[in-house]
């Protein structure tokens, strides 16, 4: 991670030995919101408008991030009062509700959850070999399928927590897509290539991937194009339950967000390989995405960007990328992260950030 793009604050707290709420400085939340229920990614009542899965989904914390820097030796959390969430038999509990925590691109530690979801504590030592540096700049991963009520870190008496590293852009760069996007099968939070794309690039980023529910339904749509954002990754291809389905909402869409954003950079990016291709037509479905690529391009705009989620996993046997065929585990996730990141730096480069 480049130091330039980092900003410390000077707020700064000396631990009593006490668990602190993640909400109050100097801890900074990104990526999600808090009401009187928990967390949450999109407001409920725009997501209970759509259907009952984005309602659920919508209180999941995917995507949200705690960043903070201390001088300890050893950091605790404590995960107080399930919002939603549960065991899922496609991913490890960890994935679905436990935390994992990384200093700068570096992994720290992950937080594991009972088997059964509850409030919970989890305290871990800090790998501090090489590190040249007696401080560190933490950022903890939300869980991807679950949510808590409220979230605490703890440090031994007499160490210090103060304001974190900021992310590289103020503004989120916000992705809207299917299960693969929300983070299903990660093997825990920090591992979906929304996240990778977070960390590797010092990236803030909102995830709006609701797992079997991306359909661009009109209050999404509005919802969407409402939103102040950086950059906008439409990624929805699996959730289409077909290639007409898609081609009456993709452009549609895509020009929504570019009527209320005309210069914010778009890029539109068709599924990763699914085992049953031919079934899915998925060469139709990919010629309508990239039509509205085309169609964009043609109308003069040059903010838009094409990735043929099909070439993600060419470096890396099929069925190492996926555990079932359809959704990646991590390898298939940090390809992912493979295909995306030199756009997202061709970006971030034009943007002088």
């Given at each position: 991670m480049e130091n330039n793009n980092i900003v410390y604050g000077q707020k700064e707290i000396i631990s009593k030995g006490e668990y602190i709420n993640v909400d109050e400085a100097p801890f900074k939340v990104y990526g999600v919101k808090k009401d009187e229920i928990g967390y949450y990614r999109m407001p409920r009542d725009v997501a209970a408008s759509i259907n009952d899965t984005i309602r659920v989904y919508?209180?999941?914390?995917?995507?949200?991030?705690?960043?903070?820097?201390?001088?300890?030796?050893?950091?605790?959390?404590?995960?107080?009062?399930?919002?939603?969430?549960?065991?899922?038999?496609?991913?490890?509990?960890?994935?679905?509700?436990?935390?994992?925590?990384?200093?700068?691109?570096?992994?720290?530690?992950?937080?594991?959850?009972?088997?059964?979801?509850?409030?919970?504590?989890?305290?871990?030592?800090?790998?501090?070999?090489?590190?040249?540096?007696?401080?560190?700049?933490?950022?903890?991963?939300?869980?991807?399928?679950?949510?808590?009520?409220?979230?605490?870190?703890?440090?031994?008496?007499?160490?210090?927590?103060?304001?974190?590293?900021?992310?590289?852009?103020?503004?989120?760069?916000?992705?809207?897509?299917?299960?693969?996007?929300?983070?299903?099968?990660?093997?825990?939070?920090?591992?979906?290539?929304?996240?990778?794309?977070?960390?590797?690039?010092?990236?803030?980023?909102?995830?709006?991937?609701?797992?079997?529910?991306?359909?661009?339904?009109?209050?999404?749509?509005?919802?969407?194009?409402?939103?102040?954002?950086?950059?906008f990754v439409l990624d929805y291809d699996h959730n289409a339950p077909d290639a007409e389905y898609l081609r009456e909402t993709h452009r549609p869409l895509f020009e929504a967000v570019r009527e209320k954003h005309p210069d914010i950079p778009i890029i539109i990016a068709s599924a990763v390989p699914f085992i049953y291709e031919n079934g899915r037509c998925a060469d139709e479905r990919r010629r309508v995405i990239y039509e509205t690529y085309e169609s964009a391009v043609r109308s003069g705009d040059k903010n838009v960007y094409f990735l043929n989620g099909c070439d993600f996993f060419k470096e890396v046997p099929y069925?190492?990328?996926?555990?079932?065929?359809?959704?990646?585990?991590?390898?298939?996730?940090?390809?992912?992260?493979?295909?995306?990141?030199?756009?997202?730096e061709e970006i971030f480069k034009k943007l002088n950030k």
């Amino acid at each position: 991670m480049e130091n330039n793009n980092i900003v410390y604050g000077q707020k700064e707290i000396i631990s009593k030995g006490e668990y602190i709420n993640v909400d109050e400085a100097p801890f900074k939340v990104y990526g999600v919101k808090k009401d009187e229920i928990g967390y949450y990614r999109m407001p409920r009542d725009v997501a209970a408008s759509i259907n009952d899965t984005i309602r659920v989904y919508a209180g999941c914390t995917a995507g949200g991030s705690v960043r903070f820097m201390t001088n300890s030796p050893t950091v605790a959390i404590k995960a107080e009062t399930p919002v939603c969430g549960g065991l899922y038999n496609h991913m490890p509990p960890v994935g679905s509700f436990g935390f994992d925590m990384y200093e700068g691109t570096k992994f720290q530690q992950t937080f594991f959850p009972p088997l059964q979801i509850s409030t919970f504590e989890s305290s871990h030592n800090l790998y501090t070999e090489d590190s040249g540096s007696e401080w560190h700049d933490l950022t903890i991963f939300m869980p991807v399928l679950s949510s808590y009520k409220n979230l605490y870190v703890k440090v031994p008496e007499g160490y210090v927590i103060k304001s974190g590293g900021k992310y590289r852009n103020e503004k989120p760069v916000v992705f809207y897509g299917s299960s693969i996007t929300h983070g299903s099968c990660s093997g825990k939070p920090g591992s979906n290539y929304v996240n990778l794309l977070s960390r590797g690039l010092n990236m803030y980023c909102v995830n709006l991937g609701f797992a079997g529910a991306a359909k661009a339904e009109k209050p999404m749509v509005d919802y969407l194009a409402s939103l102040d954002m950086e950059v906008f990754v439409l990624d929805y291809d699996h959730n289409a339950p077909d290639a007409e389905y898609l081609r009456e909402t993709h452009r549609p869409l895509f020009e929504a967000v570019r009527e209320k954003h005309p210069d914010i950079p778009i890029i539109i990016a068709s599924a990763v390989p699914f085992i049953y291709e031919n079934g899915r037509c998925a060469d139709e479905r990919r010629r309508v995405i990239y039509e509205t690529y085309e169609s964009a391009v043609r109308s003069g705009d040059k903010n838009v960007y094409f990735l043929n989620g099909c070439d993600f996993f060419k470096e890396v046997p099929y069925d190492y990328c996926t555990l079932d065929g359809i959704h990646p585990n991590d390898v298939g996730y940090y390809m992912m992260y493979k295909g995306f990141k030199p756009t997202f730096e061709e970006i971030f480069k034009k943007l002088n950030k």
